[in-house]
């Protein structure tokens, strides 16, 4: 860590004056010392050695330290940024041919006021830079982490955040931590998933709904009600030891009006700022909304005040919209990623409101985190209603081609998919547009993405309405178990929200955020039920369907990165292949109340010469000789390779 070694003063504090003065030199050393700057906050507060990025800029914060007239340092200073608030420096150092090590930096106000720093760097993790990020290999489990499991209740309210625990509000802060998440992660590597998504777990000291942590007020501390940043740390050791991967939510757009350089900006080009509500009453000063329209950033003919609003106005009056265009905003947050990165041993990001950001600014930030670790992977929100808008931001979009434009985002979320199986399962008459014409639609598009295998496929999540509550499924086990079937066997990365995995309900539209970020039932001492352990009968049915097919899915590599062949559906039933050279396996969902007979002359290009197969949900084998009978509202997942090769899960 950084640590404020000394101030040190005139020759006249030094030790070689005489033994009789040294009481009043004593006084006089603590005199001048209190009249030199000092330091509040270093960020990075470390670096490594061997990075990529090897010229690190270091922000220096403290009251008036932009006043020295002189900065020595033992690294090479490459540049010295001060802006028009003198109580910041940035300082950028070469790190490159430095061994791992302490440094001095040394800042000179004036003959008789200087300050001493230590700046650390550390030695990087073995083969860090190669790190392997979360894959079509994965299965991810999302986790809202203050609604999962309470691990430790001495921190549930600490003294240095302003929100206390009161678990009798939707909105309020429950108590979930990450040992919580610690305590159960063989619950989640025994139900399948091989990677963990938790909401963002950094500090959000908002006085209210802070919960969701995605107005953040400190980028490089863990919220204390969550932990520290040394339990994050064992978070990760924990599950690679299971082999296992942790996804970070990244937040680039905006902090929270409680950030604490809010109060004291490094410069007023750090926030996009508007003057619609001078005077008025507002956490943070420049304030205007944004639009949300996200097809301003593609749009050919948008106007300009259309184009500034969207991208540049705030997402809420509470989260202050970044600049990224500014060189210290853009390089604070790929500094601040890659720390966390290397700090944690983090897999993988989601970044949140990826397509707010200013595109250009957004795709440096992504390309230099790529170039740090060539093989990680980041997954960008792009909640968008139309596959050619979600494909743009996908890295060498032939969509953003046409712009000249690429992301550099190796993956990006399906949501027209999600869209699709919101209402597509309760249809259960096939019209024109209606049933699973509307999931068969969604596949003919894949030709826009230019890397199909790398994008994030989802039921819900934690801004959605949850599939199992009302208005939608309505804890129908049988449509749950269509949609997990068409999640977890397409072409992506298959992604589930705590919860759905024992039928849990929530509806935002009528019941706000809170219901869809319910507790997990027996992640709380005291609770009633534990789902963890000894699940109801109702949960029990969804919980054992989804643990099947992820345990099936862990070990059938022709579901990672097979190629898909569908068939347009017939009376509201989908029918499709994942298949390569050496496997296949047939999928089938009737969405239709009652059963059908497939003539199965019309798949021989997926069946090929196969003769049977064996059904992995029932367990059942299956002859696929002339026609094949389905049951209404049923999923058949047929493994179509040689029965006899080696073991199976099922």
């Known amino acids: 860590m950084v640590r404020i070694i000394s101030v040190i003063v005139a020759l006249a504090c030094s030790s ?14 603590h005199t001048k010392a209190s009249l030199a700057p000092s330091i509040d906050r270093i960020e990075p ?22 006043l020295a007239a002189e900065i020595d340092s033992e690294l090479p200073i490459v540049k010295i940024r001060k802006t028009e608030n003198p109580n910041y420096i940035f300082l950028t150092l070469e790190t490159k041919q430095a061994t791992a090590g302490s440094f001095e930096i040394e800042l000179t106000f004036n003959p008789k006021k200087s300050l001493s720093i230590t700046y650390e760097l550390k030695e990087r993790t073995a083969n860090s830079k190669n790190r392997k990020g979360f894959d079509s290999s994965d299965a991810i489990y999302l986790v809202m982490p203050d609604r ?12 240095d955040t302003v929100e206390k625990a009161n678990r009798d509000f939707k909105g309020g802060r429950h108590g979930g931590d990450i040992q919580g998440i610690i ?39 863990i919220d204390a009600r969550y932990g520290t940043n040394e339990d994050y740390k064992r978070l990760a050791n924990e599950m690679h030891k299971r082999d296992m991967k942790l996804i970070m939510d990244y937040v680039t757009n905006h902090w929270g ?31 205007a909304n944004s639009s949300y329209r996200q097809t301003t950033q593609m749009d050919p003919n948008v106007s300009q005040i259309d184009d500034r609003y969207a991208e540049k106005g705030w997402f809420v009056s509470t989260m202050p919209d970044l600049n990224q265009s500014e060189p210290l905003v853009l390089n604070y947050l790929i500094q601040n990623a890659i720390w966390w990165i290397e700090y944690a041993g983090l897999d993988g990001f989601r970044v949140d409101t990826y397509s707010y950001n200013e595109k250009h600014a957004i795709a440096q930030w992504t390309k230099a985190i790529m170039k740090e670790y060539p093989n990680f992977n980041i997954v960008g929100e792009t909640w968008m209603y139309d596959q050619a808008q979600i494909a743009f931001w996908q890295k060498d979009s032939p969509v953003g081609a046409i712009q000249s434009y690429n992301s550099g985002l190796p993956s990006v979320m399906d949501f027209t998919l999600h869209d699709a199986i919101m209402k597509a399962f309760n249809e259960d008459e096939q019209q024109w547009d209606q049933g699973m014409i509307k999931v068969y639609e969604n596949f003919v598009n894949d030709f826009l993405y230019p890397d199909i295998d790398n994008i994030l496929v989802f039921a819900g999540n934690h801004d959605t309405n949850r599939i199992n509550g009302n208005g939608l499924y309505n804890g ?14 397409t072409r992506g990365i298959p992604q589930i929200y705590y919860g759905d995995e024992i039928g849990m309900a929530g509806n935002r539209d009528t019941d706000g955020d809170g219901d869809i970020r319910r507790d997990f039932p027996g992640g709380w001492n005291g609770d009633e039920i534990n789902a963890f352990t000894k699940p109801t009968d109702y949960q029990k ?20 990165n097979g190629k898909l062949l569908q068939y347009v559906p017939e009376n509201n039933c989908y029918v499709y292949f994942r298949y390569n050279d050496d496997s296949r396996v047939m999928v089938i969902m ?26 992995i949900i029932s367990g059942d084998k299956i002859k696929l000789d002339k026609t094949l009978k389905v049951s209404g509202k049923t999923s058949l997942i047929i493994d179509l390779d040689d029965l006899g090769s080696g073991p199976r899960w099922f």
């Open 45 to 66: 507060p470390f670096w490594w050695v061997g990075m990529e990025h090897s010229q690190v800029e270091v922000m220096l914060y403290g009251e008036e330290i932009g």
């Open 476 to 489: 129908d086990l049988a449509k749950y178990k269509l949609a997990m079937t068409l999640v977890l066997t």
């Open 541 to 560: 049915g969804f919980q054992e369907f989804t643990k099947k097919l992820l345990n099936y899915r862990k070990n059938k590599e022709v579901i990672h």
């Open 148 to 159: 999962f499991a309470n691990g430790d209740l001495s921190n549930d309210s600490t003294d």
């Open 257 to 287: 009006a409680t950030h604490w350089m809010m109060q004291d900006l490094p410069t007023q080009t750090w926030l996009h700022q508007f003057d619609d509500h001078n005077g008025k009453d507002f956490p943070v000063a420049g304030y």
């Open 183 to 221: 305590n159960h992660l063989d619950y989640i590597d025994d139900l399948g998933a091989t990677a963990i998504w938790s909401t963002p777990l950094l500090e959000d000291n908002d006085a209210r709904y802070s919960y969701h942590t995605y107005a953040q007020s400190d980028l490089y501390k």
């Open 16 to 29: 070689s004056f005489a033994f009789a003065k040294a009481e009043l030199e004593n006084t006089l050393c």
């Open 590 to 615: 009737n969405n239709n109340p009652e059963e059908i007979t497939l003539d199965l002359k019309r798949f021989k290009e997926g069946i090929e010469n196969r003769k049977q197969g064996l059904d």
